[in-house]
């Protein structure tokens, strides 16, 4: 993983297409971070709902919101059946929120227990949030950044 870049998919949920620019905007976050290279797909971004073949069957709304595989596998999946935002809305998760949750998990990053890191285990509807300094500590110390 020393030229990590990411692929831009364009995800859509309910049908509906993400904005290109909330995918440039995660993209950003991790640019500033990893000087990654975006001509190379690393991360794929998808949508599912229930069972949808990749051994981690989604469970409805509620539950779980996302998941991601270790790296180097680089997918990465929203549950299609909870309810999403593009912004912080009260009773909808925010995509971007949860794309940096995920892509740290992508990353390599494990759960912190500081609450207001992105990798703290639990989100509640309607609240976003930035890498954290424990977040960017967390990818520096897995890259030798
Ligand atoms: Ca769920
Ligand atoms: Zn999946
Ligand atoms: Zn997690």
Redesign the pocket.
Known sequence: MNNLAFFYALYDIDGKKVPPELVTKIGDVFESILEEDFNTADITIGSHSMDHGDGNPFDGQGGTLA??FAPTNGRFHYDADENWATEPITGYYDLYTIAL??I??LLGLH?SSVEGAI?Y?SIASGVRKELHGDDVQGIRALYNL
């Open positions: 998941h991601a949750h995920e740290g998990h759960h990798m285990p």
